[in-house]
């Protein structure tokens, strides 16, 4: 895999609309505001680019324009990180203009950026890991730089730090609060921290002893799941097929699967038929270990551990659970294809490789 570079003080980084275009509307300018100057804060220089805030209409109509984002990202040498705005749920309209586009493959494979987000971005993670390029399921804009409260969440701040060169994170850290969702995204809520909570159950190991290793691959269930069978979308799983975007059982081989559920909150049937498409697939007779992320607020806890176990019935595959990454805050980074441990003594995941260039 090819890694990107890591962050330094003063560079620019591009802000995408690759899924949704929420962040044009006028209903989010005070977070927008809010991103941009945690961002400069933080010592970035935000770049938004010409079609992200065009609106969630337009970016519908014209999933091109966000196509030409990401490839204009690319093609902007003074530009070193991308930032997703936020997730949607139709980001595979972008693979016909990104995929048939030799020059942002060849500027892809050939200067690698950090490139940040998560849920319908699993698509484009997976894209990203197709072309050979390591890509980090964590923070976007919306949901972390411009995070409503008096100040970036704690854990987040930590995260962040890690984008940087220099400041590296050897693994997943351990948070000993979690957050709810948010109701009010206004501009009333500005200034008003999250619901937080003890977290009382830390990293659950629901089944498997010692540790494996492996390279992490995953990314939102729901995501993953309709990338095989096109239930949102029809015509989703045939675009994926052509681009061969889904990674083969030979990629899945002796990889870490890290999931986690989205802020629809599946029920527990929903989850078990997501898992069993997954199991149809063939994923869990190859992989060495599964990493699980909290539920959004604890929704279907319980249930969701007692899933996986029936569904997986191999006692011999390590499961870690609640881990801080996904739709749940706070939220962590997991870098594509990074070789990872999952160690079940310790209840830990550790980085054994950088997860940036030299």
Request: with cysteine; glycine share 8%.
């Given at each position: 895999?090819k890694?990107?570079?890591?962050?330094?003080?003063?560079?620019k980084?591009?802000?995408?609309?690759?899924?949704?275009?929420i962040?044009?509307?006028?209903?989010?300018?005070?977070?927008?505001?809010?991103?941009?100057?945690?961002?400069?804060?933080l010592?970035?220089?935000?770049?938004?680019?010409?079609?992200?805030?065009?609106?969630?209409?337009?970016?519908?109509?014209?999933?091109e324009?966000?196509?030409?984002?990401l490839?204009?990202?690319?093609?902007?040498?003074?530009?070193?990180g991308?930032i997703?705005?936020?997730?949607?749920?139709?980001?595979?309209?972008?693979?016909?203009?990104?995929?048939e586009?030799?020059?942002?493959?060849?500027?892809?494979?050939?200067?690698p950026?950090?490139?940040?987000?998560?849920?319908?971005?699993?698509?484009?993670?997976?894209?990203?890991?197709?072309?050979?390029?390591?890509?980090?399921?964590?923070?976007?804009?919306l949901?972390?730089?411009?995070?409503?409260?008096?100040?970036?969440?704690?854990?987040?701040?930590?995260?962040?730090?890690?984008?940087?060169?220099?400041?590296?994170?050897?693994?997943v850290?351990?948070?000993d609060?979690?957050?709810?969702?948010?109701?009010?995204f206004s501009?009333?809520?500005?200034?008003?921290?999250?619901?937080?909570?003890?977290?009382?159950?830390?990293?659950?190991?629901?089944?498997?002893e010692?540790?494996?290793?492996?390279?992490?691959?995953?990314?939102?269930?729901?995501?993953?799941?309709?990338?095989?069978?096109?239930?949102?979308?029809?015509?989703q799983?045939?675009?994926?097929?052509?681009?061969?975007?889904?990674?083969?059982?030979?990629e899945?081989?002796?990889?870490?699967?890290?999931i986690?559920?989205?802020?629809?909150r599946?029920?527990?049937?929903?989850?078990?038929?997501?898992?069993?498409?997954?199991?149809?697939?063939?994923?869990f007779?190859?992989?060495?270990?599964?990493?699980?992320?909290?539920?959004?607020?604890?929704?279907?806890?319980?249930?969701y551990?007692?899933?996986?176990?029936?569904?997986?019935?191999?006692?011999?595959?390590?499961?870690?659970?609640?881990?801080?990454?996904?739709?749940?805050?706070?939220?962590?980074?997991?870098?594509?294809?990074?070789?990872?441990?999952?160690?079940?003594?310790?209840?830990?995941?550790?980085?054994d490789?950088?997860?940036?260039?030299?």
């Amino acid at each position: 895999m090819k890694k990107p570079k890591g962050l330094q003080m003063g560079d620019k980084v591009a802000v995408v609309s690759l899924s949704s275009g929420i962040l044009g509307e006028s209903f989010a300018e005070h977070q927008l505001k809010l991103g941009s100057d945690r961002l400069t804060e933080l010592g970035l220089v935000p770049v938004f680019m010409p079609h992200a805030l065009k609106g969630m209409d337009a970016l519908d109509k014209y999933p091109e324009w966000r196509a030409e984002d990401l490839k204009e990202a690319f093609r902007d040498t003074s530009i070193k990180g991308i930032i997703c705005a936020i997730g949607g749920d139709d980001t595979y309209r972008l693979l016909p203009y990104l995929m048939e586009d030799d020059e942002f493959i060849e500027n892809v494979k050939s200067s690698p950026k950090l490139f940040t987000g998560f849920s319908d971005t699993t698509v484009n993670h997976l894209m990203f890991h197709r072309l050979g390029m390591t890509s980090f399921y964590g923070p976007n804009f919306l949901n972390d730089f411009a995070e409503l409260g008096s100040e970036l969440l704690p854990y987040t701040r930590t995260i962040v730090k890690g984008l940087f060169a220099g400041h590296e994170l050897d693994g997943v850290p351990k948070s000993d609060t979690w957050y709810e969702e948010r109701i009010d995204f206004s501009e009333g809520a500005l200034g008003k921290d999250r619901k937080s909570h003890v977290e009382e159950n830390g990293f659950e190991v629901l089944q498997g002893e010692g540790h494996v290793t492996g390279k992490l691959l995953g990314g939102c269930l729901e995501s993953l799941v309709e990338c095989l069978t096109g239930e949102r979308y029809k015509e989703q799983a045939d675009v994926i097929k052509t681009f061969n975007v889904f990674p083969s059982l030979d990629e899945w081989k002796n990889a870490l699967l890290f999931i986690e559920t989205s802020e629809e909150r599946p029920t527990p049937d929903k989850f078990k038929e997501m898992l069993n498409v997954l199991k149809k697939y063939g994923l869990f007779e190859v992989i060495n270990g599964i990493l699980v992320g909290k539920p959004q607020n604890e929704v279907h806890y319980e249930e969701y551990k007692s899933v996986l176990v029936e569904i997986l019935q191999d006692k011999t595959i390590p499961i870690l659970y609640n881990l801080p990454f996904g739709h749940a805050y706070p939220r962590c980074l997991l870098p594509y294809g990074i070789e990872t441990t999952l160690d079940t003594e310790d209840k830990s995941v550790k980085f054994d490789e950088s997860y940036f260039s030299g």
